[in-house]
Structures are given as C-alpha cells and as structure tokens.
C-alpha cells in the first residue's frame, strides 16, 4: 500500500490529499517542503517569515487544489506560484528586507559546529556569508528570483523557467546578469572606507 | 582560450571551479597575460564560494512546523467534511434522487387515478340504478302519504331499491296453490310453470282513479290500497285491491 502511495505523482497525491488522506498529504508534504521552505526563507531572509509563508502555502493548496490542471504545469510550479504571492504579501506587510536576515539561522548552524574553526575564520565566513546575503536582497525581483531558484534551491533552468513561468533562455540571461550585478555589488563592499587624516582632527582639537 | 569563451565557460557550470578546486590550463594561461579576466574570475569564484556558504547555512524545516502543517490539513479537512451536509440540496436533484423522485410521483398518480376512475364508476352505477324505474312504483304524489300498513309505500323509486335490497318489503303470505283462484288479478301471463317459485305480496297505496279494475270510488283523490304480487324476479304478477 505504501509503495503503491509513494509511486503516485504529485497530481494524484494532491488528489488523495484533497480526499483526506492523511497519508498522500504527508507524503506530499515530504517531497515540497524542502524547495519550498528553502525558496521561501532566501526570499523573505527570514526563518520566521518562511514558516509562515509555508504555513500558508500548504492552506492554500488545500483551499485552492481543485484549480490545478496538470496541463497546465507540473504541481511544485503550482506551489511555487502560491508561495510566491504569498512571500511578496509578507514582504508588503513586513518589509523584511530591510533588515539583515537569518543571523539566528547563522548562529544555530555555528553552535552546531563546535570546534569547526577558530574564532577569526568564523567571523570571516559570517562576514562573506552576509555580503552575499545583502547583495542577494538588494537585487531587483525577477534577479533574485533566478538567482535563489538556480544558485540557492539548486533547480535547473528548465525547473526554474517552468516555476517562474517563463523561456530557458530568459532564465540564462537574468542569471548571467544577475551574477554581473552581484560582483558588481560585493566589489563595491569590499572597498576600504575613507580614513581619517591625524593631523586634521588634531587641528581640529588644538 | 578567449575572454568571451572564459565568461561563457563559468556561465555554463557556474560552481565549477569552486567545487572542483583546479582550473584548466587554458584558463590559467589567458588569466596570467589577462588582467581583465583575472579579475573576473577571483570575483565569479568569491561570489561562487559565498553563495556555496549561503546554501549550506539554510536552515532544516523544523518539526514544530511540520506539525502546524499537518494540523492545519486536519482542521481543513474536519471543516469540509462539516460543510458536507451544507450542499446536501445540490445533492438531492442528484439523477439517482431525482428518478426516485419520480417514481414516487408516478405511484401517487396511479393511485389518484385509479380512485378517481373508481368512484366515477360507482356514481355511474348510482345513477343507472336510480334512473332505472320500479317495478311497481305509486305515483309520486302518493308517495309521501303515510300508510298505517308495516311497510306500505316508499318515498323516493331509489330509496325503494334500497330497501329492496336491504331488506325485503314484502310480506311473505302464503299463498293458496292455485293463486289465480284468488282475487288477485293477472298483470302478465303468469302460471305455475312460469311462476315455479313463492312469491311476495306487497301493499301499496294508489290513487283511485289509477285502479281501473277495482272498486272506484266516488271521489278522484281518494286513494285506494292494493296488494301486488311480486314474483322472484321483481316482477309484478298480479294485484288485487284491498279498499
């Protein structure tokens, strides 16, 4: 019986699902969360707000799984389209790009790793680890949408042009851009701040 | 190898040169005369490492999560299935439920129909036997007329059928073996042969003038009483008058 469950499709588990049973829901949920709470926190930049948004997701695709077609896409693009309205409606409310996200995230996955370097390499890494984060969240949307899907959530392009619902070759291009505008951007954090000279704020203070 | 094949070769397979650690030869040759390249690739491949480290800090789905998902597909499910009987009216013009429906309808029907068509037939019967005239009935001026007799005249031709069925009005009288050679008077050809069986003798009242064979009296509205002889077939046979 299980075999039989876990061969099904993702259509026929949605359906099952929509039936109540639990065990097609379940294992439909095993096979989405990971992409979808992986797309869902780059996104926001936060794990809260991912949890939530997955929350969502996952309602929503109960209330709304009967407008699915097959036709019209594979069943993750549907989510993704789901999770994505939803992540542009937290990031209206919250506005969480504001702010550096996932340093609890950061701290916890360090705290896993006792004796995984010293501290000067630790600090290093979180340092180069949120200048990409930074750069990421300062890209435009439909950069960053490439960007999370193909470099972050490791799609292919054909994976991501069906999620974002567009041609493979609009996805290389975003990506090739994409990449420009983030070196771009880390090349510019990078620079050394301007010194103070001495002697002028000793002037300054005589 | 060119500037524009070293942009294309880490457009292609962009965590390449990180994961694999070695650059090709080729590569190395054109960064070493190429400033410009250079700089392009210490940047791809920092930029390469930082979104490596990004990927590998991404947190794990936590259960606590899983398990407000999963009550969240419970409750979903509890609430439609409580919503269920809410479109249970939508479910009733169901083909199955209809036709069911239509049977019912179809019996009802029949049965009006037959009940109608029975009681049309009774009042059909009523009618033929009220309209069907007695065998010997008084005139209807003399029909309201009591009589002192047990069982002398009846009001109405169908209340006499009636109560000929109900009970015989006749009086029973025995009758000598040759009536004929009684006073009664023949109405029809009657004797033994054709008459085998007894017969009933019924008082009526009648007007004097209708009585052309008995005594008549002096007045026109007198009435006059008279015995008839009723055969078992209802027949009159004969009469004869008493006064």
């Known amino acids: ?26 294992l439909l949920y095993e096979r989405l969360k990971a992409p979808v709470f992986r797309y869902a926190f780059y996104m926001t930049g936060s794990q809260a707000s991912a949890e939530e948004v997955m929350q969502e997701v996952f309602i929503a695709l109960l209330k709304n799984g009967n407008r699915y077609k ?15 309205n939803l992540i542009r409606r937290v990031k209206r409310r919250e506005s969480v790009m504001e702010m550096l996200p996932g340093e609890e995230a950061l701290d916890r996955k360090l705290l896993d790793q006792p004796g995984a370097g010293d501290p000067s390499a630790r600090v290093i890494r979180d340092q180069s680890v949120e200048r990409v984060r ?28 069906a999620r974002l619902q567009c041609a493979v070759g609009t996805i290389r291009s975003r990506l090739n851009r994409a990449h420009a505008m983030l070196a771009q951007k880390m090349r510019q954090t990078k620079k050394p701040r301007p010194q103070l000279r001495a002697s002028g704020t000793e002037e300054c203070l005589i | 190898m060119t500037c524009k094949e070293i942009r294309a070769h880490f457009h292609e ?3 390449a040169e990180v994961k694999r650690g070695c650059q090709p030869l080729a590569l190395l040759e054109h960064i070493a005369k190429c400033k410009e390249c250079s700089c392009f690739v210490e940047e791809q491949k920092e930029l390469a490492k930082g979104l490596l480290r990004l990927r590998e800090d991404a947190p794990a789905v936590s259960d606590s999560l899983d398990v407000l998902v999963l009550a969240g597909y419970r409750s979903s499910i509890s609430e439609r299935s409580r919503l269920a009987p809410a479109v ?24 009006a129909a037959v009940l109608l068509f029975t009681y049309g037939q009774r009042r059909h019967m009523d009618r033929v036997s009220t309209e069907r005239p007695p065998v010997m009935s008084p005139p209807a001026a003399m029909a309201n007329t009591r009589t002192a007799e047990p069982e002398p005249v009846h009001k109405k031709a169908n209340s006499m059928v009636r109560s000929a069925k109900r009970a015989s009005p006749a009086i029973p009288v025995a009758l000598p073996g040759d009536w004929s050679s009684t006073s009664f008077q023949g109405l029809m050809y009657c004797d033994r042969l054709s008459c085998p069986k007894d017969m009933d003798v019924i008082r009526v009242q009648l007007p004097s003038a209708a009585v052309a064979f008995g005594p008549t009296s002096s007045k026109a509205n007198d009435v006059v009483y008279a015995d008839v002889l009723v055969g078992p077939d209802g027949i009159a046979r004969g009469i004869r008058v008493v006064e």
């Open chain 1, 1 to 26: 019986m299980t075999d039989s469950i876990e061969s099904r499709s993702d259509a026929e588990l949605l359906t099952l699902s929509l039936a109540g049973d639990e065990g097609a829901f379940l």
């Open chain 1, 70 to 84: 097959p036709a019209q896409g594979d069943l993750p693009g549907f989510v993704f389209g789901i999770a994505r």
């Open chain 1, 134 to 161: 930074a750069a990421i969240a300062s890209l435009p949307d439909h950069y960053r949408q490439v960007i999370v899907l193909c470099d972050l959530c490791e799609l292919t392009y054909a994976e991501a042009a």
């Open chain 2, 13 to 15: 397979d962009y965590f």
């Open chain 2, 88 to 111: 249970s009216p939508a479910s009733l013009i169901s083909p199955l439920r209809s036709s069911s429906w239509a049977a019912i309808a179809f019996v009802l029907i029949a049965t």
